[in-house]
């Protein structure tokens, strides 16, 4: 009686030695202890969301750990997900673990658009946390770009979370990747309107008016391009007209067009210059009088044409 006793105690036992070695780090003893009991490889802690052994590693950022329990199988038959249905990549998302979580990305990136209970998924937790600006961001929109435009319940995208929580390194980058400043939730709210400070929103707002530009530009080339090279064409038939047509006319107009740009955007910095909002700067756009529609100030008045 007394062996029978002992034995379900060392049983018992499994899961906490299991989840202590994961808490510290310890790779020798998790093999150790996988090795000898598989069946607790996974290991839900249901005291804990019913976090398993890869759960655990995630969220503290234990990459060889977490290496080596996907390799011994845990998540062979389906992506592990708590009672919150959080995949080991939102915690690591959540956590800033950044290296963990571009490795989980990787192995798994059929879970990257997957939601939890509060409809976020990774990017949104990653904007939130404000540490997977360097490499995770760029990694789980490079593998899943669709994710980008993806919201949350109260139809709140990556951008929205990252304006309400101030990281403005995770705005940029989100910018840079084509995110709509423009998207509404549905309580009709932009993520301007989100600004954590005054001086956020100002830097927000000079933020997109860069890209814009950066926009109109690109897609001004590319009309001077085709032009260019309809231009080509012709130039059998009139050689000396189209050379002029194709040299001067496009060069005068592009000239034109990129001064009214400097001048709409004048006491800003130049588009690609790094500052900070906290600086002592002239905000472009007043933060008051919302109601009027906040990008409307910003906005270039039209040129004549002159």
């Not at 996907?70 to 038959?77: K, L, N, Q, S, Y």
């Not at 690109?218 to 002029?244: F, H, P, S």
């Amino acid at each position: 009686m007394e062996l029978g006793c002992s034995r379900l105690v060392t049983r018992l036992d499994v899961p906490r030695r299991l989840r202590r070695a994961i808490l510290l780090n310890d790779l020798s003893l998790v093999k150790r202890i996988v090795k000898n009991n598989p069946r607790y490889l996974q290991n839900p802690d249901f005291e804990d969301k019913s976090n398993t052994s890869l759960h655990l590693a995630a969220k503290h950022g234990f990459t060889k750990i977490a290496e080596f329990l996907i390799e011994a199988g845990h998540d062979d038959e389906a992506i592990c997900r708590n009672n919150d249905l959080e995949t080991p990549l939102m915690l690591a998302a959540t956590a800033g673990k950044e290296d963990l979580g571009v490795m989980l990305a990787k192995r798994f990136p059929e879970c990257i658009p997957w939601q939890n209970k509060m409809g976020l998924d990774a990017l949104m937790l990653s904007c939130k946390s404000g540490h997977g600006t360097l490499h995770l961001i760029p990694t789980l929109l490079n593998l899943h770009p669709a994710i980008l435009a993806s919201a949350d319940f109260d139809g709140n995208t990556a951008l929205h979370h990252a304006s309400a929580a101030g990281e403005l390194k995770a705005l940029r980058m989100l910018l840079q990747y084509g995110a709509n400043p423009l998207a509404q939730n549905v309580y009709s709210w932009t993520p301007v309107h989100y600004s954590a400070s005054a001086q956020a929103e100002a830097y927000f707002k000079t933020l997109i008016i860069e890209f814009e530009k950066k926009k109109a530009e690109d897609a001004r080339e590319k009309r001077e391009r085709e032009r260019q090279r309809t231009g080509g064409v012709r130039l059998v038939t009139n050689e000396d007209a189209m050379a002029g047509m194709s040299g001067l006319a496009p060069r005068a107009s592009s000239d034109r067009q990129r001064a009214r740009d400097d001048a709409a955007i004048a006491g800003l910095p130049a588009p690609g210059m790094e500052w900070s909002p906290v600086e002592k700067r002239r905000a472009l756009t007043p933060t008051e009088g919302r109601g009027r529609g906040w990008f409307d100030a910003g906005r270039p008045r039209a040129g004549s044409g002159d």
